[in-house]
């Protein structure tokens, strides 16, 4: 880590906890602390975002530039905590016993998973692929233009989660702190789902109940300690859910439409199809607002809506923008626009999506449970005269079904906490306390139904489902309150004890036994060597990338071509190539996706690596350079250059 910025990564925290006391509501409101705290988190991220942009307009994206920036916000967060100064009450909370074990049991699960993410390399495939490599290109280049690539998902994915890990890879020269973005959203998603509940009434309790499902989740667990985006997303969104409920019993002040404008940004920002959830939370917050101004008061709703989207745009449109310029299209190419989303939306196909979908989201290790539930599904599908493998509602060449109940933080079930979500939803509908309840689950219910609609069932869909999850929690945690507060039906409270023991267990084991940063078994982070972690899903390639690395170092070469496909891992290359021994060192494209990013041509540079399909690889070879090739990399050089 370059010691001369490394301090500077501390300015965030400090930032956030300055802001938390700054911005603590002075009227009487529900969980004031808890909303200070997603008030503070969301002018952090937001100011994380417009800074890079800002910096990558100017070319500045360098340490000392995002020092200074974070230097000034760091003033202006302290400056107002000095303004709003005042006693603060901290009063130690009367608990019971039981909830004293459900927080103690939160608190110890988050303190593991920190251990995790702190010692544990960062490995997760997709990172490896491109959310990695295009902060790598970030760094390198000091802005954030497009660049040559033939991995299209490096430039046309939103970038939200990968623009808070590059302040810490510019501040730190490394990754060894990117797993704190993810494991940040995770105790944000845990703070807004306990806020939420005391939003639609439930108690102490209840609050705590829900934190402890949401946090047990293994595919919680697991992408805490993680590099993916999907806990990030569903923080954000989590955000949008609790502005918006605070929307429904009080009229919209500037503060709030900028809060809740720039958590639709954010969510829209790191995965678009956060916005499937956050689209709901919206139309029950709009509806609501203009039932409290009134006829002759509409206008004000109306103008408040409007300030939400042009907050949100401000926060997305450079991206979108840099997208459209690209491919003429604001969503990408067509190969992104037609693969993740439905390009059915039949009422049949879409019943049997979410079917396939809740079946992979349900999936227990009962071998015989899966296999009939599968057919059935299968079976209904036939009956009604919709292929189940169609590949307009099925991701690429996959097919339904697959094994899912695996702790791998990619396919992970949550057949616990889905369980729940389910029960407590059609609880809320059935049985509605209140307006607030029952509008929420209607807009979680409209969620779940979009998702469907929307988004095509795949192997490792359960993690895109991160953001419905969230969002349904706090109705589990009403119903798993109900029945416990249900005296004289010790049954019913033993069954509710055993669930939430099972799920602790789910959690425990996840952390201790997960895929692919485990604390014990074969390929233990305690263990395994650093650079064997990275590779845990794929152990052969470790010393094939060296090997390879190994070669461009004994030819002196400082002009390195790449050849990859779409899936194939660039960030090893950027780990080997470009460390603190030749920080100077330029890895260009040989191929590209993109229409106005050509690629650089082979005979301009000294060598070329290449990973995955070998005759992709020989067709960029130039005549008179030899080709080596060991299982999943290549090298070629110059037949004249040193070791030819």
């Given amino acids: 880590m370059p010691a001369a910025w490394t301090p500077f990564v501390l300015a965030p925290p400090l930032a956030f906890a300055a802001l938390v006391y700054a911005v603590r509501p002075r009227a009487d409101i529900v969980a004031p602390r808890r909303l200070a705290a997603v008030w503070a988190a969301l002018a952090v991220g937001t100011y994380a975002v417009v800074s890079v942009e800002v910096l990558g307009a100017l070319h500045a994206l360098t340490a000392p530039a995002v020092a200074a920036a974070w230097t000034l916000g760091l003033a202006a967060a302290l400056g107002l905590a000095w303004r709003r100064r005042r006693p603060v009450t901290v009063e130690r909370p009367s608990w019971s016993r ?25 490995n997760n495939f997709d990172s490896q692929t491109y959310h990695l490599p295009k902060v790598e290109h970030w760094a390198a280049q000091g802005d954030l233009d497009f660049w040559p690539t033939s991995i299209h998902r490096q430039v046309d994915i939103p970038p939200g989660a990968e623009y808070l890990l590059l302040h810490l890879r510019l501040l730190t020269g490394g990754d060894a702190l990117h797993n704190l973005v993810q494991w940040t959203a995770a105790v944000g998603c845990l703070v807004v789902a306990s806020r939420i509940v005391a939003q639609l009434g439930g108690s102490r309790r209840a609050q705590l109940i829900a934190a402890f499902v949401a946090g047990t989740t293994p595919m919680v667990a697991l992408q805490a300690t993680s590099t993916q985006t999907d806990l990030v997303v569903a923080a954000w969104c989590g955000c949008v859910a609790t502005l918006a409920l605070d929307g429904v019993s009080r009229r919209t002040t500037p503060g709030a439409v900028l809060a809740l404008g720039a958590a639709t940004g954010l969510t829209a920002l790191t995965k678009t199809s956060g916005l ?27 103008a408040a809506g409007l300030g939400v989207i042009a907050v949100a ?26 693969s993740i989303p439905m390009q059915r939306h039949d009422p049949g196909s879409i019943l049997v999506n979410g079917l396939r979908i809740g079946h992979t989201a349900l999936d227990t290790p009962l071998s015989p449970l899966r296999t009939a539930s599968a057919d059935a599904i299968i079976g209904f599908a036939d009956l009604i005269g919709v292929d189940p493998q169609d590949r307009a509602t099925t991701f690429g060449r996959t097919e339904f079904p697959v094994r899912a109940w695996y702790p791998d933080e990619d396919r992970v079930a949550f057949p616990i906490a889905g369980t729940l979500v389910l029960i407590g939803g059609v609880v809320a509908l059935a049985r509605p306390r209140r307006g607030a309840v029952r509008a929420y689950a209607v807009a979680c219910a409209a969620t779940v139904v979009l998702h469907s609609a929307m988004i095509k069932w795949q192997p490792w869909g359960n993690r895109l489902l991160m953001y419905a999850l969230m969002l349904g929690i706090p109705l589990a945690g009403l119903w798993l309150d109900a029945v416990l507060a249900r005296a004289g039906r010790r049954t019913a409270r033993a069954a509710v004890a055993a669930v939430l023991a099972a799920s602790a267990l789910a959690g425990l084991l996840a952390v201790s036994y997960g895929f692919p940063r485990r604390l014990v078994g074969t390929g233990s982070l305690l263990t395994t060597d650093s650079w064997d972690t990275r590779f845990l899903r794929r152990p052969a390639w470790a010393d094939e990338f060296r090997w390879a690395a190994g070669r461009v170092e004994a030819a002196g070469a400082q002009r390195v071509g790449l050849v990859q496909q779409n899936d194939n891992w660039e960030y090893p290359w950027w780990l080997l190539l470009r460390g603190h021994d030749d920080p100077d060192r330029e890895i260009v494209a040989l191929q590209s996706v993109l229409p106005k990013q050509p690629p650089a041509d082979p005979r301009s540079v ?21 080709l080596e090739w060991r299982g999943y990399v290549g090298y070629a050089e110059p037949v004249t250059s040193s070791g030819g």
């Fill in 313 to 338: 745009a401000a926060i997305f449109a450079p991206f979108m923008l840099r997208v459209y310029s690209e491919f003429g299209h604001p969503l990408g190419p067509p190969r992104l626009r037609d």
């Fill in 606 to 626: 000294d060598v070329i690596v290449c990973t995955g399909d070998r005759r992709a690889c020989e067709r960029l070879v130039p005549d008179g350079w030899r």
């Fill in 276 to 302: 499937i959830g956050a689209g709901p939370m919206l139309v029950v917050w709009g509806v609501a607002q203009l039932r409290l101004f009134g006829g002759r008061g509409a206008w004000k709703a109306v």
């Fill in 98 to 122: 039981p909830e004293w074990l459900l927080a103690g049991g939160i608190g110890g699960l988050v303190l593991v998973e920190l251990v995790i993410a702190l010692l544990a390399e960062p």
